[in-house]
C-alpha cells in the first residue's frame, strides 16, 4: 500500500550527505505555491481587514458627505510679460520659457508675509467672513498660507488662486480678498523697481552731461589759441602721432586703474582672509615639492594604517604608531602650507606694488612724451587733433543721454501720471473673481477615489498583516520550511493524530495498530527513502533524536524499526534515553536490566534483548538510570556493543534523549553510523533546527536526513489532496 504523491507532498530521498558547515538560510525565497499557501491559511485576516478597512472608509465618506461637504472658490490672475531692461529696446519679445518663469515666480511670492498681512485686514476677511474668521482669529496667517492654493495653469498666462472649505458663502471674500492683496502687493514692487530704475538712469545721464560740458570745454580751449586754418595746414604731419599718444595715455589710465583695483583687492583679502583662496597660492601649494613629498607620504601612511588595522586591530601598537606618524605629517603639511602662503602673500604683494609703479611710470612717461611732442609738432597741430576728437566723443555722449531719455519716457508710461494714480498699472492683474459655488458644486469628498482607496488599502493591509503573521511565525510549519532553510535532506513526513479519520489509541504503534492508515504509510515511506539512499551496510546502525522533549522521537523510532521489521529485516531497537525511558512502558515483556547494565558490566548485551509481538523485532530497555549517562555512552565499550549488535541484526536503532536539552545524543551520535533528526512541525522552530544541526555537526555526527512529525492539514497546508486520494483509492480497492 502507498500514498499517491501529490505535488503538495515532495519529501527529498535522503541522498549521501551533505557537508555543508552553512545552512541555505532563505536564499530561494518564497515560491508562488508559498504564497498561495499563505493566503488560503490567511484568508480570513484578510477578509475581515478588507471588509473593515471598506466599511471604515465607506462610514467615514457619508459622514464626511452628509456634515462636512467641502467647496472650492477660485479667481484668476493674470501675469504680464516681465519689464524690458535698460538695455533692451521696447517692444522686446521674451521667449516661452522666460514667459513661463516669470509666471512661476510671481505665483511663488503669492503668499508672501506682506500679502497676507495686507489680506488679513481686508474687511471681506474680518467682516464678510466671520464664521472662518471666528474659527482662525488666532491663526489667520498659517491658515490663509494652508488653505490658500496657488498653481499656475500651464501653457496660459494665469495663475489659479484658489480655497477649499465647508463654509461655502465665504470663500469667495477670502479668496478675492488675497487676489486683491497680492495685485496691489505687485504694483507697489513694480513701482519700487520703476522709480529704482529711473534713479539709476538719472544718475548715469548726470555724469555723462559732466563728462559732456567738460569736454565742451577744453574743446574751447583748443579753439581759442589759434586759427583754425592755421591748425589744419599742420593738422597732416601731426595727426598720427597725436592720435597714438593719445590713446596709448588712455590705455595707461586704464591699466593704472586696474592696477589701483588689484591692489585694493589685494589688501581687502589680506584683512579678511580669502588670500589664501588666490589662485597662484593654491597653484603654489599644488606643486610645492615639500607639500607633495608630504601628501605622499601621508596617503603612504594612511593606506599602511589601513592595512594594519585590517591585519592587528584598532588597538594594535603599530595602529598607534602609524597614526603618530599620520599626525606629525599632517602638522609637517600645516606648516609647509603657512610657509608657501606667507612667502606667496609676499610675492603678490611686491607684484602689485610693482605692477602700480609701472603703470604709474607709463602714465607719467607717455604724458611728458605726449606734452615733447605736442611742443615739438607745435601747439596747433595738437589743438586740432583734440579739437577732433573732443567733437566725437561730444556726438557719442549726446547720443546716449539721447537713448537715455528715451528710456525713462517709457518706465514711466509704464507707471502712474501724477494725480491720476487709478491710471497706475502693475504686472499683476485680476482677470476674474472669485464667485460663490452653487449647492451641488462641492469638490470633497470625492467618491470616486476613496472608494477605489478604501479598498486597496483594505487589500494592502490584509495581505501585509498575513505575511506579517507568516513571517513571525518561525516555526517549521512544513517540507518547504526545512527544504528552503535548513540543509539537510527530507527522509519523509508524518501527519497530526488529529487530522487522520481512524482511531488510534497509540500513534506510537500506528503501524501494529492501523497499519492500513496515512500515518502508517508515511512511516513505509520513510524506511524506503532511508533503505534506498544508499548502501545499506553504511546505515546498519541509527540514531533518532530530536532538538526538544515531546517531538516523537519514540514514535518515530518504534513505528520505523516496525516497518523495517516487516519488509524482513531483523531490527533491535534500543533505548538510550536515560532520562526518560519509554521502551520499556511500551514493551511490557521488555526485560529489567537494559543497556545501562551492559555499559557497566552487568550483563551482556544479548542477555537484555527481549523479543516482541512484532516477528524480526527485539528490544533493549533502558535499565536501572545511571547516574552519568553520556560518560558511559561515549565510552570505547558502548561503540564494541555497537559493533556485535550489528553484526547480529540488520538494523540497530537507538530511541536517544533530547539533543538541545542534554550531551547525551551527541555523545551517542559519534558511535552510530548516522542520526535521524525528528522535527515537530508547528513547535520546533528553524533557529532551534539549525543549532541541533549544527551540534551534530561540530562533533563529527553524520545526519541522514530530517523527519518531520505532525503535520497539520490546515486550508493552504500539506496532506490535504494526499489524504483524500489515499482514502478515496483505499474505498474503491476490491475487497
Known amino acids: 500500500m502507498t500514498i499517491i504523491q501529490t505535488r503538495e507532498q515532495s519529501p527529498h530521498p535522503a541522498a549521501a550527505t551533505r557537508k555543508s558547515s552553512q545552512p541555505r538560510g532563505l536564499s530561494s525565497g518564497m515560491t508562488p505555491r508559498d504564497i498561495w499557501r499563505v493566503i488560503l491559511k490567511r484568508k480570513w485576516v484578510i477578509i475581515l481587514s478588507f471588509v473593515i478597512c471598506s466599511a471604515v472608509t465607506a462610514s467615514v465618506t ?157 574743446l574751447a580751449i583748443e579753439k581759442s589759441n589759434e586759427s583754425i586754418a592755421a591748425m589744419q595746414g599742420k593738422q597732416s604731419t601731426v595727426a598720427t602721432q597725436l592720435q597714438m599718444l593719445t590713446q596709448q595715455i588712455i590705455d595707461a589710465e586704464v591699466e593704472m586703474s586696474k592696477a589701483d583695483v588689484a591692489m585694493r583687492a589685494y589688501s581687502e583679502s589680506l584683512k579678511d582672509g580669502s588670500v589664501a583662496n588666490d589662485p597662484q597660492i593654491l597653484q603654489a601649494m599644488e606643486f610645492d615639492f615639500t607639500l607633495r613629498s608630504l601628501k605622499a607620504r601621508q596617503a603612504e601612511l594612511e593606506t ?87 567733437t566725437q566723443e ?75 503573521l507568516e513571517f513571525m511565525d518561525t516555526s517549521v510549519k512544513s517540507p518547504s520550511d526545512l527544504i528552503r532553510r535548513v540543509d539537510l535532506p527530507m527522509l519523509g513526513m508524518v501527519p497530526h493524530s488529529d487530522d487522520l479519520d481512524e482511531e488510534i489509541e497509540d500513534l506510537r504503534r500506528v503501524v501494529v495498530l492501523a497499519p492500513h492508515s496515512p500515518a502508517a504509510e508515511a512511516f513505509r515511506q520513510i524506511r524506503t527513502n532511508l533503505l534506498f539512499s544508499g548502501p545499506s551496510q553504511q546505515r546498519r546502525s541509527l540514531l533518532v533524536t530530536s532538538p526538544t522533549p515531546k517531538d516523537g522521537r519514540t514514535s518515530v523510532t518504534i513505528n520505523l524499526a516496525t516497518s523495517m521489521a516487516q519488509a524482513g529485516r531483523r531490527v533491535l531497537v534500543v533505548d538510550a534515553n536515560f532520562r526518560r525511558p519509554a521502551i520499556a512502558e511500551m514493551f511490557p515483556q521488555a526485560k529489567e536490566a537494559g543497556l545501562s547494565s551492559v555499559l557497566v558490566g552487568q550483563a551482556a548485551w544479548k542477555d537484555v534483548v527481549s523479543v516482541t509481538e512484532v516477528p524480526n523485532l527485539s528490544v533493549i530497555a533502558s535499565g536501572p538510570l545511571p547516574p552519568n549517562p553520556a560518560e558511559l555512552l561515549g565510552s570505547e565499550i558502548t561503540g564494541k556493543i555497537i559493533s556485535e549488535m550489528t553484526a547480529e541484526y540488520d538494523q540497530v536503532i537507538f530511541d536517544g534523549c533530547p539533543l538541545m536539552l542534554v550531551s547525551d545524543a551527541c ?69
Open 62 to 218: 457619508l459622514v464626511w458627505w452628509l456634515f462636512f461637504r467641502g467647496y472650492t472658490a477660485d479667481a484668476f490672475l493674470a501675469v504680464s510679460p516681465p519689464p524690458a531692461t535698460m538695455m533692451q529696446v521696447m517692444p522686446f519679445q521674451y521667449t516661452k520659457d522666460v514667459i513661463e518663469r516669470n509666471k512661476r515666480s510671481q505665483a511663488a511670492l503669492v503668499k508672501h508675509q506682506a500679502v497676507l498681512d495686507e489680506a488679513a485686514k481686508d474687511r471681506r476677511i474680518r467682516e464678510d467672513s466671520k464664521v472662518w474668521f471666528r474659527k482662525h482669529r488666532e491663526e489667520i496667517y498659517e491658515e490663509l498660507d494652508e488653505e490658500i492654493d496657488v498653481s499656475p495653469m500651464p501653457e496660459t498666462n494665469f495663475i489659479r488662486l484658489s480655497m477649499t472649505g465647508t463654509e461655502r458663502n465665504e470663500l469667495a471674500d477670502i479668496v478675492n480678498a488675497m487676489a486683491d492683496s497680492f495685485v496691489n502687493y505687485t504694483r507697489r514692487i513694480a513701482r519700487r523697481e520703476r522709480e529704482g530704475s529711473i534713479g539709476k538712469l538719472d544718475a548715469e545721464k548726470k555724469t555723462l552731461e559732466i563728462r559732456r560740458d567738460a569736454i565742451r570745454r577744453q
Open 394 to 468: 561730444i556726438e557719442y555722449i549726446q547720443d546716449s543721454i539721447t537713448k537715455i531719455d528715451e528710456r525713462v519716457r517709457d518706465l514711466r508710461m509704464l507707471g502712474f501720471r501724477p494725480g491720476e494714480e487709478e491710471s497706475e498699472t502693475g504686472p499683476v492683474t485680476v482677470e476674474a473673481y472669485a464667485t460663490e459655488p452653487r449647492e451641488d458644486q462641492w469638490t470633497r469628498p470625492r467618491l470616486g477615489v476613496l472608494t477605489p482607496l478604501g479598498i486597496v488599502v483594505g487589500l494592502i493591509i490584509g495581505f501585509g498583516l498575513a505575511f506579517l
Open 667 to 735: 555523545v551517542l551520535g559519534t558511535q552510530v553510523d548516522g542520526v535521524i533528526l525528528v522535527v515537530r512541525a508547528g513547535v520546533n522552530s528553524i533557529g532551534i533546527v539549525r543549532r541541533t544541526t549544527e551540534r551534530l555537526r561540530q562533533v563529527g555526527a553524520r545526519v541522514f536526513g530530517v523527519v518531520l512529525q505532525g503535520v497539520r492539514t490546515t486550508s493552504g497546508g500539506y496532506l490535504r489532496k494526499n489524504y483524500e486520494t489515499f482514502y478515496e483509492y483505499h474505498q474503491k480497492s476490491p475487497t
Open 304 to 390: 599602511h594604517l589601513h592595512n594594519v588595522i585590517q591585519k592587528f586591530g584598532q588597538k594594535h601598537r603599530q595602529v598607534r604608531e602609524v597614526n603618530g606618524l599620520i599626525e606629525a605629517i599632517k602638522n609637517q603639511i600645516t606648516a609647509q602650507e603657512k610657509i608657501v602662503l606667507d612667502t606667496q602673500v609676499r610675492a603678490i604683494g611686491m607684484y602689485r606694488e610693482m605692477e602700480r609703479g609701472s603703470a604709474a611710470g607709463q602714465l607719467a612717461d607717455l604724458k611728458d612724451r605726449l606734452n615733447k611732442a605736442q611742443s615739438a609738432a607745435k601747439d596747433l597741430e595738437r589743438s586740432l587733433g583734440n579739437i577732433e576728437a573732443y
